[in-house]
């Protein structure tokens, strides 16, 4: 029996938030940015509450429970043995991407993605003064697979150094399998590229699926790959800005940590501490129940769609909260139907667009939010798109 209510409604509007106060019309209904609308779980909030009644916020020092909770969280779920001295903390998973950029690459340098991808990965690239080359994926009806035949050739240039893997990855919906990040590694190591894996979506993975952390696939992948990941996206908590960095390669991590200092984000606030440590330690029940009213959110989504509206088709999800829509057969670009759908039906989604030229046609929809929302949402969807 459910112990937890998702389907309340908490209004967000007014909050300063991001993803409910960009739009001025009162009307819409935001499902662009990747955060919840649930209220992160129980324990998080009383650790926090706890926290704020002691009145003092100075400069903080991050304590062992800290990597105790982080640890013993990913030894649990992913037998992933993840060592203390291993464990670099920052304010958030793209400042961690960007930093591990910068400490792998020269100026100039190739930087691979496999779009469509997340957006922030671009500019992270070009922000430390490095050039973006497209693995583009696979789409083979509606299901995603890495171009393993391109991803070899763009692997063999000597100036592409670096691999951004997101796994799971944003926006398509995959949860890579170990033969498939067994195949990325063996490519990629037999070219000298190091790999950065930001795997912030990692607990967000259906049944029939499992995350594989790339660096957990064996020493050669430790010794050359950097991983990425937060709770953020896990327990509704971005807005604290905690992220990890993890690099079991003592050379490399030398790097990257001086990287995040040079950058000055070396430093977090004393309430993301406290939401991992709540998170990871005292909050598992509650995200394993989250977790299946996700999956049935996205089973609802599913089958609304391939009834309600034919026209466009969900793409195949393993992971994420995040609907990725094929539109193409409606002839519009991402951003007018994006528009459209913003001035006529009151729905705020994300251009497909965003993620890379291969993203054209498509539209990203947040799923994660309680079923009356969703089904608001869903309704909106198809009387824009009836109006195509």
Known sequence: MAQYDFDQITSRRGSGCYKWDRSLDKDSLPMWVADMDFPTAPA???ALTHRVQHGIFGYTKVPSLY???LMGWFERRYDFAIERDWVLYTSGVVPAVSAAIKALTLSGNGVIVQTPVYNCFFSSIRNMGCQV???TLINRDGYYEVDFEDLEQKAQDPNNTVLILCNPHNPVGRAWTEAELRKIGAICFSHGVKVISDEIHCDLVFPEHHHQPFAALGP??????VTCHAPSKSFNIAGLQIANIIVPNPELRVRVNKTL???EVCDVNPFGIEALIAA?????KWFDELLTYLYGNYQITQAFIAKEIPQVTL???EATYLAWIDCRSLGMSSNKLVDKLEHEAHLILSPGSVFGADGEGFLRLNMACPRALLMDGLHRFKAGIKAC
């Open 44 to 46: 998080i909030i009383d």
């Open 67 to 69: 990597y105790q909770a």
């Open 133 to 135: 080359v497209e693995n």
């Open 220 to 225: 050669e992948f430790a010794a050359n790959s």
């Open 261 to 263: 200092n040079i950058h």
């Open 280 to 284: 990871y330690r005292d909050s598992e």
């Open 315 to 317: 793409t195949k999800q």
